[in-house]
């Protein structure tokens, strides 16, 4: 059996990994591939700016840069940021694999323009960001939120009666700017999906499930990232780099 490393991007204890973990619910998998879920040695406590932003690319690549020698045949990113996604690329061999880039590239897969529904204002700001590096700004609707802000451990657990209508007028805002796909924001917002699938007249792509069906699907075929496009340091670093988020963590307390 495979064994695929899903790296959280926060320092989550186990009931917080539990609602990650909750997301394999929302996919069929074969029994091929067994996931493993670990949050982050040390890293930011939120997701909103630019020192976050680098803060989560050296948390995750930190946690993940060593799946291949631990026996992982894959490695999922937890984040639609891909944070630490091209880093991890250029250090392990086995195919490491994030949903932002590839949950926006499916949604024109099932359409012809996909809109992404985020938590609040700090989300599209990065999102719209994101998109734009991608040169995908003409095939994306909307950016809109639905003005919650995110809850990293609990994510929408006992939010449903209050928080579902409002992804749902959101998901409506965006059609209405001509979306005919919907891609959820974040990963934090997987509990949703059943939900806004099943009242809403268009595809929902749920990132997370996406990326666990993607690893099932490298390894069956034998494919990993490219060599030439993620090339490997010349002079690597890891002693180091483990190092600097264990002191992170103790720093952190």
């Not at 074969?30 to 996931?35: C, S």
């Not at 949950?103 to 992404?116: E, P, Q, V, Y």
């Not at 990232?225 to 002693?239: G, N």
Request: glycine share 6%; net charge negative.
């Amino acid at each position: 059996m495979a064994k695929a490393l899903v790296l959280v991007p926060f320092a989550l204890d186990e009931s917080g990994i539990a609602n990650r973990r909750a997301q394999l619910d929302h996919v069929r998998l074969g029994p091929e591939v067994e996931f493993d879920f670990r949050g982050v040695t040390a890293g930011p406590k939120s997701y909103m700016s630019p020192h976050d932003f680098v803060l989560m690319d050296m948390a995750i690549f930190e946690a993940g840069m060593s799946a291949q020698d631990e026996g992982y045949d894959a490695v999922c990113i937890d984040t639609m940021s891909d944070s630490g996604l091209d880093a991890l690329r250029s250090v392990l061999d086995i195919p490491v694999i994030a949903p932002g880039k590839a949950a926006m590239l499916f949604c024109l897969t099932l359409g012809n323009k996909f809109s992404i529904i985020c938590q609040w204002d700090y989300a599209v700001a990065r999102t719209t960001k994101m998109i734009r590096a991608l040169g995908l700004e003409d095939f994306c609707a909307a950016v809109v939120n639905f003005d919650v802000p995110p809850d990293y451990a609990s994510l929408l657990d006992g939010k449903e009666d209050t928080v579902f209508p409002k992804m749902r007028a959101a998901c409506e805002e965006a059609m209405a700017a001509g979306a005919d796909v919907v891609c959820l924001g974040s990963t934090t917002m997987h509990q949703a999906a059943e939900y806004l699938a099943e009242t809403l007249p268009i595809p929902v792509v749920n990132p997370g499930p996406l990326t666990y069906k993607l690893v099932e699907s490298v390894l069956d075929l034998k494919l990993t990232h490219s060599r030439k496009a993620y090339p490997k340091p010349l002079d690597p670093y890891p002693d180091m780099i483990h190092a600097m988020l264990k002191a992170g963590k103790e720093w952190l307390g």
